[in-house]
């Protein structure tokens, strides 16, 4: 079983609708997570961080954790064609980094 | 300011060439890290530094010989690559491991 598991997608979403990335992941001892964005041919960016169970916002993004069932996910909001890109979860268990394979998502105009 | 840089920003090299990949950060972050990630896939760790030592090494072939003379600076270097080397280098930083990572635009290394 991977660390960290996503659908690899493609995501396609009408412009203006909400955009929902989900990811999954297998330790438990796991303390901190991560969304990038990452355009094609460009290096990750860090969109989000969260820490604790719950929402965390900023701007037209959300991140939901909940560790009793090893989930987090990004919610997007007003969904902009310049949103199309791959995004990649990340946890991070103390000691080492693991990215999942990461969802594509494109927004239509 | 949350930036990381590289350079070069492209290379290209032969299977006998020695070259070096540098990465600077002044965010005063103590980890550093390198990344190998080839198209459609995420990034593979390669090497992490925390606190200018090296802290972790993905059975990563020796001919990638990671280094870091202070606690801004890490480099790459390279020698005796082959062609599926080929891929995008990333470089990172974070505060200590465990903290979010800030990625520097990256290398585009080709070996033919």
């Known amino acids: 079983q991977k660390e960290v598991e996503q659908n690899s997608g493609p995501l396609s979403v009408p412009e203006g609708a909400i955009a929902s990335l989900n990811c999954t992941y297998s330790?438990?001892?796991?303390?901190?997570f991560f969304w990038y964005r990452q355009y094609s041919g460009k290096s990750p960016e860090l969109i989000m961080s969260?820490?604790?169970?719950g929402d965390k916002e900023d701007g037209r993004f959300t991140a939901q954790l909940n560790k009793a069932s090893q989930y987090v996910s990004l919610l997007i909001r007003d969904s902009q064609p310049s949103d199309s890109a791959t995004y990649l979860c990340?946890?991070?268990?103390?000691?080492?980094?693991?990215f999942g394979t990461g969802t594509s998502l494109t927004v239509i105009p | 300011d949350t930036e990381v840089t590289q350079t070069p920003k492209h290379l290209v090299m032969g299977m006998t060439n020695k070259k070096s990949l540098k990465c600077e950060q002044h965010?005063?972050?103590?980890?550093m890290y390198w990344y190998k990630q080839k198209a459609k896939k995420p990034p593979e760790l390669m090497f992490v530094?925390?606190?200018?030592?090296?802290?972790i090494n993905e059975s990563v072939p020796s001919r990638f010989s990671p280094e870091c003379p202070n606690s801004s600076l890490l480099n790459l270097h390279l020698h005796a690559l082959q062609p599926e080397d080929s891929a995008l280098y990333l470089c990172?930083?974070?505060?200590?491991?465990?903290?979010?990572?800030?990625f520097g635009p990256g290398t585009r290394l080709t070996v033919t």
């Open positions: 990172a930083s974070s505060l200590t491991q465990g903290h979010e990572q800030y």
């Open positions: 969260i820490y604790s169970n």
């Open positions: 530094y925390s606190y200018e030592k090296l802290s």
């Open positions: 990340a946890v991070n268990t103390g000691n080492q980094f693991y």
């Open positions: 965010m005063g972050h103590r980890a």
């Open positions: 330790d438990r001892v796991s303390q901190s």
